[in-house]
């Protein structure tokens, strides 16, 4: 009976933990299924999209234009969520799955990452990295 009572007490301890870690997994999860579905939407459309960020606001937004104001989708971070990176605010996927930064005319040339942590995380709260490809392959890792 007290090792019952023990575990009982050492799990609602981490429970704080636990709901960190289950909010940063669940955000990463979204946010990347989000960016994934650039690539199909595009097509539907017939039309080259962007998504752009916003750090202060922990928004993101699918659009059709630069400036984003023909916004199609958008996706908001839970606020516990501390969000690091892309290097580019906007980014543009055309019709064949590749990604651009901004309005050029180049492909994008190196990986763009986000990362993804929780602003009360503790040593054992994990990080996630969201790493975005020159052809809109989408991977998440843990850091």
């Not at 659009?63 to 969520?81: E, K, M, P, R």
């Not at 492909?107 to 929780?118: G, K, R, Y």
């Amino acid at each position: 009976m007290a090792l019952l009572a023990m575990a009982a007490l050492v799990a609602t301890v981490n429970l704080p933990e636990m709901h960190r870690r289950y909010v940063v997994e669940s955000e990463t999860r979204q946010l990347k299924s989000f960016i994934g579905s650039l690539p199909s939407m595009a097509r539907d459309n017939n039309t080259a999209l962007f998504v752009s960020w916003d750090g202060t606001n922990r928004r993101f937004r699918i659009s059709t234009d630069l400036a984003a104001t023909n916004v199609l989708d958008t996706f908001n971070l839970d606020d516990g969520i501390t969000i690091t990176g892309p290097a580019n605010a906007v980014l543009r996927c055309d019709l064949l799955g590749r990604a651009f930064v901004g309005a050029s005319t180049n492909m994008m040339t190196a990986v763009e990452t986000i990362t993804l942590d929780h602003q009360s995380s503790s040593a054992s709260t994990p990080a996630f990295r969201i790493s975005l490809t020159p052809l809109w392959t989408i991977s998440v890792d843990q850091v």
